[in-house]
């Protein structure tokens, strides 16, 4: 049985920090990206950062370039994402997000609120 279980949202002021974590059971965790994604309310779920398996290649979306840092450790099947600089409109709740393209797999955790609001 595949579980994601993400950790490590809550209450922030803007301009705080935050690290999220992601730990990861029933998969082999290093021949999977991990994307963090995000979803706002009323708005549509969105990519936020990835990593690649192996190589730990990374990518960003525009909108928390400079701000947040993705990392993984498959040591311990876990998934970071270091959030800084927090504004108000990183207001959402974030879910990690396991993809294997070549085993067509695709499994998700069930989310973390994260608030930024003074």
């Known amino acids: 049985q595949v579980q994601l279980v993400e950790s490590g949202g809550g209450l922030v002021q803007p301009g705080g920090s935050l690290r999220l974590s992601c730990v990861a059971s029933g998969i082999t965790f290093g021949t999977y990206t991990m994307n963090w994604y995000r979803q706002a309310p009323g708005k549509g779920r969105e990519l936020v950062a990835s990593?690649?398996?192996?190589?730990?290649?990374?990518n960003y979306a525009d909108s928390v370039k400079g701000r947040f840092t993705i990392s993984r450790d498959n040591t311990k099947n876990t998934v970071y994402l270091q959030m800084d600089s927090l504004k108000p409109e990183d207001t959402a709740i974030y879910y990690c997000?396991?993809?294997?393209?070549?085993?067509?797999?695709?499994?998700w955790g069930q989310g973390t609120q994260v608030t930024v609001s003074s």
């Open positions: 997000n396991a993809r294997n393209f070549f085993m067509n797999a695709n499994y």
């Open positions: 990593i690649l398996g192996l190589r730990s290649t990374v």
